[in-house]
């Protein structure tokens, strides 16, 4: 390999490592839907996270938060990430969440989702 293109590969392998952020894939229940009340909530990533610097908060209408748990690790996927519920009635919920993916960026994001009556 010539110098010149090691030095274009090194440079587009670092770019792409600097880029491989956690960022929301997956949500359960979806961004937007309306839903049954869920027990939990369940968002997949694009990267591995570190779960102890990672964070899901379910707030009601009011700012209140019915997170029954600290967001937890789901079994099998480094990727995901899961908080428990207490019962819900019908109404919007917003869900904060900040991932951390084992390269220790930190990402976060929030949307919302209903509960039908
Ligand atoms: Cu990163």
Avoid: C, N
């Avoid at 908080?83 to 969440?97: C, F, H, I």
């Amino acid at each position: 390999m010539s110098r010149r293109l090691g030095l274009a590969v090194a440079f587009a392998l670092t770019a792409s490592q600097a880029l491989a952020h956690a960022h929301l894939k997956t949500a359960s229940p979806a961004d937007g839907a309306t839903v049954d009340p869920p027990a939990e909530i369940i968002l997949g990533f694009t990267e591995e996270l570190e779960v102890k610097l990672s964070s899901i908060t379910v707030k009601d209408a009011r700012g209140d938060a019915v997170s029954a748990a600290p967001a937890e690790a789901v079994s099998g996927d480094r990727k995901a990430l899961k908080v428990r519920l207490k019962p819900v009635p019908a109404g919007t919920y917003s869900v904060e969440w900040a991932a951390t993916s084992v390269d220790t960026h930190r990402v976060t994001g929030q949307y919302r989702f209903t509960v039908r009556p």
